[in-house]
């Protein structure tokens, strides 16, 4: 586990903790409950983001083995984290506007080209970053970034290592 941030470290640390969910559909709401705080997805290599995504536990961890798309605009409640750890590509339509969320991801993050603002409250990890809006303004920015420390934060005891390594020496 060499990489700390990749797909593969992430699965092989929560593939045990993880639900098993075998739909095309991520976070459908069918799929989610509140007694579980991370998923995985396995097998069918396209998934796509639920219409109607809304978390029920105050971290959700979404592990994707295949590329993800997003479709369209969500939102969660400000208290909430969602982290999204692909191992493919990650593919934002033209129509999305704004997404929250920490989004990792093996391949590339895509934004589609479009007409409008595009807002992620929050942060990429990604190995490429492709951006093709064609929304143009003097006044507001194409891309916004809005870094949201408290994804990070809040993932902590999910994601974080321990820093602090014991040895004991006898003298």
Known sequence: LVNAYSFPYYWEVFKEK???VNNATVGAAADL????TIYSYNGL????LSS?????TSVTIFLISGSLEI???????PAYSVVF?????????GDVTRIPGLYISSQIF???????????D?????KYVSLNRTYRSFSNPTYQFIYQPKYVISLIPYLGRKSVVWQEVTL
């Open 18 to 20: 993880a639900k098993a």
């Open 110 to 120: 895509t934004v589609a080209s479009g007409a409008n603002q595009f807002i992620l």
């Open 85 to 93: 750890v692909v191992n493919g590509n990650i593919f934002v339509a």
């Open 122 to 126: 929050g942060m990429i990890y990604s």
């Open 52 to 56: 109607s995504f809304t978390p029920k």
């Open 45 to 48: 290599g396209y998934y796509q």
């Open 71 to 77: 479709t369209q605009n969500f939102s969660i409640d």
């Open 33 to 36: 409950d509140t007694s579980n």
